[in-house]
């Protein structure tokens, strides 16, 4: 527990991209990761508030991060080019204080920015992410 204990609090290592304002954070990791960017990037000029954390290091994951990324936006939109390993790792994360969603294509599709921006802007409004301050 001891070794744990130190690894998890030196080695978790995570990029922030566009949170500090965000209403919507995605979770993405490797080449999901570029994509979310550049579909945030154009999100953000539709006026959507959305950001990205993406794990750099899945072990030990960046639970911390998330738990605390809860205390500014309770919806989080989980990307991975898979079937969504990643999911209950984000849930368990938050300990119940934010929604997850996923979105995911497996089997070597790979999702554009303009795709994957259309599915941040369907779930940024369904939740009316737009009208709360």
């Known amino acids: 527990m001891r ?7 030196e080695e ?19 080449t ?6 550049a579909a ?11 950001g990205l ?11 911390k991060i ?5 205390k500014r936006s309770r919806h989080f939109l989980v990307f991975e080019m898979n079937m969504g390993q990643m999911v209950e790792d984000v849930r368990l994360s938050l300990e119940g204080a934010g929604e997850v969603h996923f979105y995911g294509r497996p089997g070597g599709v790979v999702s554009t ?6 599915v941040i802007s369907s779930q940024y409004y369904q939740k009316r992410l737009n009208l709360r301050p």
């Not at 070794?3 to 609090?9: A, E, L, N, P, T």
């Not at 999901?32 to 960017?37: E, H, L, N």
């Not at 998330?66 to 809860?70: G, K, N």
């Open 66 to 70: 998330i738990r605390d990324l809860s």
């Open 32 to 37: 999901a990761a570029r994509i979310a960017k």
């Open 12 to 30: 978790v290592k995570y990029e922030l991209f566009e949170v500090d304002d965000a209403k919507m954070i995605m979770v993405a990791f490797g």
């Open 3 to 9: 070794k744990y204990g130190k690894i998890s609090k």
């Open 113 to 118: 920015p303009l795709e994957l921006s259309r």
């Open 53 to 63: 954390i993406r794990p750099i290091s899945l072990w030990p994951f960046p639970s």
């Open 40 to 50: 945030i990037r154009r999100t953000r000029e539709q006026g959507m508030k959305v």
